[in-house]
Each structure stands twice: as C-alpha cells, then as structure tokens.
C-alpha cells in the first residue's frame, strides 16, 4: 500500500469519528501551543536583556582595582578605597593593547547638584571623551568636551534626562546654563539622551558627566583612577583584549609571576553570557513543564488509538482476508496516530503563536517565537505519534484473522 | 481435465483446548480442478469452518499437504500466506464484511490495494469491471448502507472477483439472505462458473444451495462422508423465475 493511499485511509478513519479525533488532538494541542508560548515568553525576555546590556555597549571591558588581597593580613579594603590604578595605566593601555578600541579613565563622586532654588542628589563622573563611545551614549544636544577640557580641568559637564528633570523646568534649555556641584560651578554644554534603567534596575540617566581630571582634581582631589572603560574591537574579541589588558597592567604594575593580579578586568559579554544562562535555565524550565502536558496528550493518543484499533477488530480482519500483511495493518495504524499528532501539531503551532502575540500584546511581555520551538515541536509530534501508536498499532497488526474476523 | 485448484492431501487439525485436544480435521483429502463449483457442505462440529480457514489460506493444517494452484501452503510465512490471498483467493463472506462509509467502488479497490504491483488507474478499472461483472455498475459510488442486502452481497463478490484469483471461496454467501436474492446470487455465481470458469468452493449448510453446484463434498466428524458429483445441476435463473410473484415483493 503506498503512502498516498495510506495516508487516505488514516484522513477517512479521523473523519469519521471527527469529535473524538478533535478531542485527542487537544492533548497535543495545549501541548503545543504551550511549548511554543512559554519559549516563546522565556526566548522575549532573554532577547530584551541582551538588548539592554548591549546598550550598555557590548563591547564594554571594566577593570577595577582588585578587593581580593589581604592587605597585611589585616582587614579587607573594599575596591574603590585601593588605589592601584593610576592614569598612567590608561596610557599604557591606550599605548600597547591592539584590541582595544577606546579606552577611559573614571572616578566617580556623589553629591547635590544644584541649580537656582531646585536641587538633586546625584553621581558625577569624570571621564575622557571616549567613554560616550565605550557606553554607547548619544547626545540629545550640545556638544561633548574635548580632550583639552580634560587636560586643562575645565569646569564643564554633560547632564544626564533625570538630573535635567529635576533641576531644569520643563521647556528650559540646560545648555550654556550654569550649574553647581558640591558648590563646584559647572557650565553645562550638552545633555545626554535617554538610556533608561539598566538591568539592575538602576536609573542610568541620573548622572553627570564632567571631564576626568576636573571630578578628580577639584571635586575628589585624588591621584589614583578608580575605573577604567575600554572597548574591545568587537564582541568576539574581547578575551583577547582581556588578556593584552591584564598582560599590559601586570608589566605596568610591576608584578611578578608568582603575584596575583591586583586588578580584576570584566567584560560585558561575560555579564551578558550570566544572564542569559540564567534566562536560559527558565526558559528550558518552562519548555519542560510544558512539554510534561504534550506527554498527556501522547497518551490520549494511544488510549484513543487502543479504542480504534478494538472497534475496527473487524475490519482489520477482512483486510488481512483479502492480502494485507502485519506490516499494511502496522503502518495504517501508525499512519493514523502521526495524522493525529501532526495535525494537532500544526493547529497548535498557529495556537501558540496566536498566544505568544497576545500575552505580549495584553500583558507587554517581550515574547520571540524563535523557529527551532516550532520545529522542535513538530518533531516532538512526529516522535509522540509514532511513539504512542507504534504499541497499538503492532497490537493490530498481530491480530488473528480468523479471530478478527469473527469478532463482534 | 483442467488443473488442480485444490490438492488437498490427507489434512488434519488439531486445536488445544485448554488440556483437551480436539481433532477437528482427521484426514481428509480430496481434489477441485480448474472450473469446478464444488460446495462444502455439514452441520455444526463437522470441521466445516475449519477446513474452510485452511483452504482460504487463514490458517495452516497440523498434518497433511494443502497445494492451492500448485504452491504448498504449510511452507509459507504469515506475509507469504497474506500475500497468496491476495493473488488466488477471492472471499465472499455471511455477513458482506465491506467497509462502512466507504464506496461501492473502492470496497472493491481493496484487494487490488495490497497489490503493490498495481497502480491506481489500473485499479480503478479492474474494479469497474468486477463491479460490471455483477452487474452493479449504477452503484458505483453508493455506501454500502444504501445499498440492499443482495446488492451488498454482489458488491462483495466483485470484491472477490476483481484480483483475478484462482478460486472464489464463500463461507454461507446466502445466509443472511431470503430466498429470492439467495437463487439471484447463486445465479450469478453460477454465471461465473459458467461462463467466466471460476472455481467456486461454497461453504454450506442448506441443501437447497449444494443442488446448483456441480459437486458436493460432505464433511462429518472431520471427515469427508460423501463425495458426489451432481448429476442434475439446477439453474438458479431458472428457480429465480419460477419462484411465486408474491415472494418477489418480501
């Protein structure tokens, strides 16, 4: 019997009882469409917290001071009190590592920003012009110091969309105004466009920028850096710009072989790649839960080709009467559980899609129907019919026609 | 004479019941040739059914040879057997065993499609020619459910007909049927016989049906008591137009 005609006699056998087929296929249905969602869901937010740290710039490699030694075997400083990070290290960097494209010092201080009779606490950070690209960072307006602002300390700043809020009315253009920070008068020459919270939740808009050595020398009136920013050439690259940092600061630092680092060097696509495992274990949780539901309907399968192959006893019989082989009456059997499978596969797909549109839609959660769930899932189909109806179907096929024949 | 059909040598089967064993054939031998319409016939426990399984290739004799057209049954697999009921038999069952909601023409197609040697345009033709030959070509897309219960049992027979077996094996055809449509179906079997040479084997319990075959075989206690050729065949068409008016019309 050829495909075609098998094929048929599964399609006339499922119109017949058109209600309890429906009903079984609704295992797999719900099982589906389940899958696809709820990958569907976990895939969304996955791809809107990659979007989110690539908008911190992907590229991105920080190097701190490292808080892992001892210091005399007596108390532990936290990072940001060492002071083994020098300006000296950024030109070094600058100067020698061929796979960094932009490299900035930081330090960073907190404090009131003031402007006429409205004031906001917020963070300054002195930086080298480069750090806009090492962030990503757009302007909204003005212009961005210049690398002669940063060598002659000029009291100049950029404002970030929440400090411009907060201490300009609405209207008002901030640029050219004055403004003063811990009593330091800053002119204000550009303001930054909208980046919006990060992952932590953290408003990345509350900030200043003002060139380094201004929050250094008049604001912190320190020696040391206690940050720097680079920029990998690219994504891939940025172990190697890792390493040719870390191999660069250790010579810098003077260190020995048998010393460890006394700076740590992260990179955003190790961040990226934490997160994303962790998003990713939510969504395989989710996809197992739901495929425990295409299991059921697996079942209902097989309970419901059992039926069929009890009621068509008979049938069976006169086929195997007039030449058909163990192998026909197998294949027919098995042929009708994949239509069923299949076929509930297909609505589900157009169901889980329907339903990933919907919970993104009402719900604005970012959902992404990613192509290998809805091949994933035909698959599965395809396994649980055969699955299920194998055991059915090689029971048909081992019916005696004499018996079968006679059976009422 | 023409070949033999039918080569049965010294059968026997034997069932295990449970602890009992029953000997349901005990060695019966007999020979059908090419042409014949011979009917089997014996009451209830006479090893009927049982030599009828055996000759209809459904099951295989514990003893003894059965040589159908030539081929030894005892030494084919289960898909062999499957496969020579496919090519030399044609069954004609009691109760029409055709499959519900499915047309007229392709209940007839059904043999044909575990021939995979046959594609679906030679298909489709056999089995307008069988449904011709039984002389149901107006019903070709009918279901069985609209069909009558003489209409039906012609529909089987051209089912039976359409692979060109060797032998068309029925088991009580005209059981379920009164006595008009039986005389119009053993009719046209015997128009079959007749004119086509058909080897008909006719599984029966009724007299009435055995006289218009050309021999009887009468089986009893598992075995064969009686082996006659029947002198006098009656012509079912002849019987059909005899019968009283009134009758036509139950």
Request: with cysteine; charged share 20%; glycine share 8%.
């Amino acid at each position: 019997m050829n495909a075609l005609n098998l094929l048929r006699i599964a399609w006339r056998a499922l119109l017949r009882n058109k209600l309890r087929a429906f009903l079984t296929m609704l295992g797999i249905i719900i099982g589906v469409a389940s899958v696809i969602t709820m990958v569907a869901i976990g895939e969304g937010s996955k791809a809107s917290i990659r979007s989110q740290l690539s908008g911190m710039g992907s590229n991105m490699i920080n190097i701190r001071p490292s808080s892992n030694q001892a210091v005399g075997g007596g108390a532990r400083i936290g990072a940001s009190g060492l002071q083994t990070l020098k300006i000296e290290d950024v030109n070094a960097i600058r100067d020698h590592a061929h796979f960094v494209t932009a490299v900035s010092p930081a330090v960073q201080a907190n404090g009131q920003v003031i402007n006429g009779p409205l004031n906001w606490p917020t963070t300054i950070q002195g930086v080298h012009p480069e750090f806009l690209s090492i962030r990503d960072w757009q302007l909204q307006s003005g212009v961005v110091f210049t690398d002669n602002d940063v060598k002659i300390s000029a009291k100049v700043c950029l404002i970030g969309q929440t400090v411009k809020s907060n201490i300009f009315s609405p209207g008002e253009d901030p640029v050219g105004k004055i403004i003063r920070f811990n009593k330091i008068p800053l002119k204000v020459i550009g303001v930054l466009s909208q980046k919006g919270e990060n992952t932590f939740g953290q408003d990345q808009d509350d900030i200043i920028l003002a060139p380094f050595t201004t929050v250094q020398k008049r604001i912190l009136a320190i020696t040391y850096v206690q940050t720097i920013y680079a920029s990998a050439v690219d994504e891939n690259s940025s172990d190697t710009a890792t390493s040719e940092i870390s191999t660069i600061l250790r010579k810098d630092h003077k260190l020995k072989p048998t010393d460890d680092d006394d700076f740590t060097v992260r990179t955003q696509a190790e961040l990226i790649s934490t997160i994303s495992s962790t998003s990713q274990l939510l969504t395989v949780l989710l996809a197992a839960i739901a495929g425990i539901s295409l299991v059921v309907g697996g079942i209902g399968i097989m309970n419901i080709m059992y039926v069929s192959v009890k009621e068509r006893t008979k049938e069976i019989g006169l086929r195997m009467s007039v030449g058909a082989r163990g192998i026909d009456i197998l294949l027919q059997f098995l042929v009708e559980a994949i239509l069923i499978s299949l076929t509930g596969g297909v609505i589900g797909v157009a169901f889980g899609i329907t339903a990933s549109s919907l919970v993104s839609y009402f719900l604005s959660w970012p959902t992404l129907v990613s192509q290998s769930s809805i091949v994933l899932s035909f698959m599965v189909c395809a396994i649980t019919g055969v699955f299920f109806g194998y055991y059915p179907a090689r029971n048909a096929s081992r019916l005696d026609p004499i018996e079968a024949l006679r059976y009422e | 004479m023409g070949n033999k059909i039918l080569d049965i040598k010294n059968l026997k089967r034997v069932f295990k019941m449970g602890s009992e064993i029953v000997h349901a054939l005990k060695g019966i031998s007999f020979i059908v040739e090419e042409g014949e319409f011979v009917t089997i016939m014996g009451s209830s426990g006479s090893g009927k059914t049982t030599l009828l399984n055996i000759i209809g290739c459904l099951d295989k004799p514990t003893d003894g040879d059965y040589l159908l057209d030539g081929v030894n049954v005892k030494l084919l697999s289960r898909n062999e057997l499957a496969g020579l009921r496919n090519n030399k038999i044609g069954f004609v069952f009691q109760s029409y065993n055709l499959l519900a909601r499915t047309s007229a023409l392709e209940n007839v197609e059904l043999p044909l499609m575990y021939n995979s040697k046959i594609s679906s345009k030679v298909r489709e033709e056999k089995a307008k020619q069988a449904l011709h030959a039984v002389r149901l070509d107006d019903r070709i897309d009918h279901l069985p459910s609209q069909l009558s219960g003489g209409q039906q049992q012609r529909l089987a027979i051209a089912r039976a007909l359409v692979n060109e077996p060797v032998m068309i094996l029925a088991d009580e055809a005209t059981g379920n049927l009164d006595t008009k449509t039986s005389y119009e179906i053993m009719s046209l079997l015997q128009e079959l016989n007749q004119q086509q040479k058909k080897t008909i084997v006719f599984v029966t319990h009724e007299p009435d049906i055995a006289s218009f075959s050309s021999r009887t075989i009468t089986l009893k206690d598992g075995k064969v008591i009686k082996d006659t050729k029947n002198e006098n065949v009656r012509s079912a068409k002849e019987e059909l137009a005899a019968l009283p008016v009134s009758d036509y019309n139950s």
